[in-house]
Every structure is written in structure tokens, then in C-alpha cells.
């Protein structure tokens, strides 16, 4: 199987600096196209949001240049990778921590990473950046680790309330602003044909499921530029809406080889 992936990123209508941070990479390998995707968004309450997010993106970043590689060598395991991810970032979450109490300010970000390698992924999840998959249909695969979403679970409001939910940005935990963190982690399988959508808030916030997958369908996903265009579309769209935040995503599709 190979891969084709698109990016893009803008920093809104409204604010200077763009606190989101990506990094999208393909690995052409014996084993075929082997795709990392990472996205962070920065705290915007916080200071120094882009630092937070620039340093767990770099991480994660040098962990794919320098250590994928012996992985890859010695057999791919993603229970092992996923291990290390976890640590890696709860290190992060240590590093960060310790920089902003040592200048006297808090700072923090969102995680959303993917891997994948032949027909399997493993994403990590610390916050509320998503992935989507896109088939016949939209679905969300990562769970917003935010109060509301926890309150949804938990039967105490309903979808509706959820949605005008005005707590919808207060995380139970991020990198750098938690004392502990606790990503998610998982393991699946990756068909042709399907595409994979990692986004900031800022990206889907004004923009319903049903116009994702009108605008993304895989049908319509059928080269580079495309999905490119796809994106600054969608973007564009948000900033008529007025979406005040940044706004950053990712797509990656799995084609036939």
C-alpha cells in the first residue's frame, strides 16, 4: 500500500502568531510507504503556546528520524512504539512543566500523532486535536479529552447541550500544563481507500461532519493537489465563519500500489 498526504496550516482571522504545530513525513521503505503525522496545538490562554507545541512536535519528530529507523531493522513492533510515544510524551509533559514554573508562566498543547506502517496505524491522543477516518462515511476515532466530553459520557448532558456547551475548550489534561498525563493509544488496521484526517479545533469548530464529507470524500481525494485544495478550501471556509482560533490539518490516504 502507498500513501498520498496533503497539509495546511493558517493562523486565522484573528490572532498574529499561529500556535499550531504539524509535522506530516513519508519514509519510502522496503516495507513499503510508512507515514508519520503529528499535530499540536498551543494553548492559546497560555503563554507561549508555539513553544509548547513547536517542542513536542520536535520530539516526536526526532524520534521518527532517529530511532524508526533501527524499528524498522529489528522487525516493526507497534505495541513497542506505542510504549515509547507514551513516554516520550510524558516527558514532554516533565520538560515543559519544569520550563514554565522556572520562568514563572504556564504553557501547554494538544497531542495528536499517527503512525503507519503497511496496513497499521497507532495514533497517540493527549486533548482535543482529532483524527477522523473517512469511508462510506465519517467517524470520529479519537475521544476529546475535555470536561464536556466527559460529562456527555457520563449522562449529565445531552448531545445538544454538548454541542452549545460554552466549557467546550477546558481540557482534563494537556502536555506541559498537567501534573500528569495519561494519552490515549491505539492500534488498528488501515483499508485502501481510506483517508484519515488529523485537525485542530480550530478546523472542524465551524464545520459540520457532513460538509467533511462532502469536501473529502475519498472518491473526490484523488491525487496530492487535490487534497491540497480540499484543505485551503475548507480552511477558507472556517474564516468566512468567523473562527477566531488557528486552524491546522492533516490528510493522508491509502491507495491501492
Request: net charge negative; hydrophobic share 40%; glycine share 8%.
Amino acid at each position: 500500500m502507498r500513501y498520498l498526504v496533503a497539509a495546511h496550516t493558517d493562523a486565522g482571522i484573528n490572532k498574529k502568531i499561529n500556535q499550531d504545530a504539524f509535522c506530516l513525513k513519508i519514509a519510502r521503505t522496503p516495507k513499503g510507504h510508512i507515514v508519520f503525522a503529528v499535530i499540536c496545538d498551543g494553548m492559546g490562554g497560555l503563554n507561549n503556546g508555539e513553544l509548547a507545541s513547536s517542542l513536542v512536535v520536535n520530539a516526536f519528530s526526532e524520534w521518527f528520524e532517529s530511532s524508526l529507523p533501527s524499528e524498522i531493522q529489528n522487525g516493526v513492533d507497534l505495541q513497542h512504539i506505542s510504549d515509547c510515544w507514551y513516554e516520550i510524551a510524558c516527558e514532554q509533559n516533565r520538560k515543559i512543566a519544569g520550563y514554565g514554573e522556572a520562568n514563572g508562566f504556564s504553557l501547554g498543547t494538544t497531542l495528536t500523532g499517527m503512525l503507519i506502517i503497511e496496513d497499521r496505524y497507532l495514533f497517540i491522543q493527549v486533548g482535543d486535536s482529532r483524527i477522523y477516518r473517512l469511508r462510506d462515511a465519517i467517524s470520529q476515532m479519537t475521544r476529546d479529552q475535555t470536561l464536556v466530553t466527559m460529562e456527555l459520557e457520563k449522562n449529565m448532558i445531552t448531545p445538544e447541550q454538548a454541542r452549545a456547551d460554552s466549557r467546550n475548550n477546558i481540557l482534563l489534561q494537556c502536555i506541559g500544563a498537567s501534573k500528569f498525563i495519561s494519552p490515549d493509544l491505539e492500534i488498528g488496521e488501515v483499508d485502501t481507500e481510506d483517508v484519515f484526517l488529523l485537525c485542530s479545533d480550530g478546523f472542524r469548530n465551524k464545520v459540520s461532519d457532513d460538509e467533511f464529507f462532502g469536501i473529502l470524500a475519498p472518491s473526490i481525494l484523488n491525487s496530492e493537489p487535490i487534497m491540497k485544495k480540499c484543505l485551503v478550501g475548507l480552511v477558507e471556509l472556517n474564516k468566512t465563519r468567523k473562527e477566531r482560533d488557528n486552524i491546522t490539518a492533516l490528510l493522508i490516504k491509502a491507495v491501492a500500489s
